[in-house]
Every structure is written in C-alpha cells, then in structure tokens.
C-alpha cells in the first residue's frame, strides 16, 4: 500500500512562493490519482488540485487557479505543488493523499500523510 508524506511547508511572505513535495512510498504515485487538500483549525479538509493517474489531467480550485501548480516527476515519485502568490487564505496546513477515483472529495481518498503547515505572513 501506497505511503505518502507531505513536506515543503514553512513561512513565507504574502506574495511570495512555497513549493510542496509529496513523496510516495511503498507504491508508484503515477497509479493514483493525487489531491492536495488543506485543513483549517476546526475546518474539513478542502481540496486544492488534483492530478490524474493518466495523463497528468489536472484540476485547481478556484481560488488557487492561476497561481498554483501541480506536477509529478514519475522518477522521483514524487508530486509538487507549487504555489506562487501566495495569500493570507491560504495558510493551512497540506496534505496530499491518492485515489483511484477522480474526485474533489476528501472521503475518497486514501492513504493521508502527515501535513505540512503553510504559515503566510502579511
């Protein structure tokens, strides 16, 4: 079964740039499709991008549209999320997690590795 962990998180600065990795373990990631979620304090998990399994099709919320990158590197089996612009809104923190299923649901997804917490200064 397929482990993933989040990393990447830090401090940054509101209109600056952060780069999150998710790194795969225990199976291949480019099986799965991966979503990056995030999580207020006292909130659900809200799903950010998703990349698919097949042909790197991939799905941004709206808010994040147009400043926010996803990407695999299948050598590395690793998944990125780049994110430039950054907001205040955006502070969270992130985790990626796999699904066989295209879906923004957080239900269907497995596989959730620790986070990692994004803290925007303004």
């Known amino acids: 079964e397929v482990q993933l962990q989040a990393s990447g998180g830090g401090l940054v600065q509101a209109g600056g740039s952060l780069r999150l990795s998710c790194a795969g373990s225990?199976?291949?990631?480019?099986?799965?499709?991966i979503g990056w979620f995030r999580q207020d304090p006292g909130n659900e998990h809200k799903v950010v991008s998703l990349?698919?399994?097949?042909?790197?099709?991939?799905y941004y919320e709206d808010s994040v549209k147009g400043r926010f990158t996803v990407s695999r590197d299948n050598s590395k089996n690793m998944v990125y999320l780049q994110m430039n612009n950054v907001k205040p809104e955006d502070a969270a923190v992130y985790y990626c997690?796999?699904?066989?299923?295209?879906?923004?649901?957080?239900?269907?997804?497995?596989?959730w590795g620790r986070g990692t917490q994004v803290t925007v200064s303004s």
């Open positions: 997690a796999a699904s066989w299923l295209w879906s923004v649901y957080p239900s269907h997804y497995d596989n």
């Open positions: 225990g199976g291949t990631l480019a099986d799965y499709v």
């Open positions: 990349i698919s399994s097949k042909d790197d099709t991939t």
